[in-house]
């Protein structure tokens, strides 16, 4: 059974920092380029930052360029992103996402876990 569960968020004020994680199970995750996404109330889901299957390509959404940092543990089945200087944009549910290099239509996605950034 194909699971990715994110875990790491929760309420920080701006300028604050969170680490989110996702432990995958029940596919090979080497063979797979991860991503994280966010949906903020009202806003269409957006990619915040990409690693590639072997962690040698990252890209980030240019709003958290500087601030948020993608790696990933393959020993470990796990992704991380690092997000630093918080600001109240920020603030959304973030979602884990695992797209299979050999096999297209294999695309994952986790539950989500939510950051809110306020004072």
């Known amino acids: 059974q194909v699971q990715l569960v994110e875990s790491g968020g929760g309420s920080v004020q701006p300028g604050g920092s969170l680490r989110l994680s996702c432990a995958a199970s029940?596919?090979?995750?080497?063979?797979?380029?991860l991503s994280w996404y966010r949906q903020a109330p009202g806003k269409e889901r957006e990619l915040v930052g990409f690693i590639s299957r072997n962690g040698d390509t990252t890209s980030y959404a240019d709003s958290v360029k500087g601030r948020f940092t993608i790696s990933r543990d393959n020993a470990k089945n796990t992704v991380y992103l690092q997000m630093n200087s918080l600001k109240p944009d920020d603030t959304a549910v973030y979602y884990c996402?695992?797209?299979?290099?050999?096999?297209?239509?294999?695309?994952?996605w986790g539950q989500g876990t939510q950051v809110t950034v306020s004072s």
């Open positions: 029940g596919f090979t995750f080497v063979w797979y380029n």
């Open positions: 996402n695992a797209r299979s290099v050999l096999v297209a239509q294999n695309v994952y």
